[in-house]
Structures are given as structure tokens and as C-alpha cells.
């Protein structure tokens, strides 16, 4: 059984900074791809950014570029996203999602993910 644990949001004034992490079980982490996914109030889930299983490639929506990091430890099987100059449309739930498919090819399709978090809220006051 593998589960994913997020943690880290919280109320944050616009142009603020949070880290989000995802600690994942199991000792299977390394060989999947991960990825951060946001669904805001009313809104449908959308991707937000995502890592290789080895760390070596990122990929990120257009609407975080520039301002949100991913990255991950594959010692302690944890995911991150470093999130700076926040904006108010960036409230959401956060969840991060594990591809535990063969390719090493990050992909912001939601249906490749099969292992899920619980969502962390993160609220953005202007």
C-alpha cells in the first residue's frame, strides 16, 4: 500500500512564500515520477508541476513558471514544492500524486497518476 502525506500549507499574504512536502511509503519511491496537482475553489484539478524519478527533469504549468520549484529527495522519499511571490489564485487544494508507470517521462495527464495524497490547503490573502 503506498501513501502519500502532505503537509506544509497554510494563510499566506500575497507575494509570500511556502514549501509544500509529500512524504511517500514504501521503497518504491525512486521509481516514480511525482508530481504537484491544485484544484482551486469551483475549479476542476490541474496540473501544477512535476519531477523525474531520478530528479534530472522538471516540468511546469505555465501560470507557476518562474515561481514555484519542485524537487525531491530520494532518500527520504519526499517531494517538495517551493512556491514564492504567491498570488491569490493560487488558493487551492494542493495534492501530490505518484506515476508509477514505466516511462521516466513526467506528464501532466491526471489519469497517469495512480497514487494519491490527501490535499493540503493553501490560501492566498491579498
Known amino acids: 500500500q503506498v501513501q502519500l502525506v502532505e503537509s506544509g500549507g497554510g494563510l499566506v499574504q500575497a507575494g509570500g512564500s511556502l514549501r509544500l512536502s509529500c512524504v511517500v511509503s514504501g521503497r518504491t519511491f525512486r521509481s516514480y515520477n511525482m508530481a504537484w496537482f491544485r484544484q482551486g475553489p469551483g475549479k476542476e484539478r490541474e496540473f501544477v508541476a512535476g519531477?523525474?524519478?531520478?530528479?534530472?527533469?522538471?516540468y511546469y504549468a505555465d501560470s507557476v513558471k518562474g515561481r514555484f520549484t519542485i524537487s525531491r529527495d530520494n532518500v527520504k522519499n519526499t517531494v517538495y514544492l517551493q512556491m514564492n511571490s504567491l498570488k491569490p489564485e493560487d488558493k487551492a487544494v494542493y495534492y501530490c500524486?505518484?506515476?508509477?508507470?514505466?516511462?521516466?517521462?513526467?506528464?501532466?495527464?491526471?489519469?497517469?497518476?495512480?497514487?494519491w495524497g490527501q490535499g493540503t490547503q493553501v490560501t492566498v490573502s491579498s
Open positions: 519531477i523525474s524519478r531520478s530528479g534530472g527533469s522538471t
Open positions: 500524486a505518484a506515476d508509477p508507470g514505466p516511462s521516466s517521462i513526467v506528464v501532466a495527464t491526471i489519469s497517469k497518476y495512480q497514487y
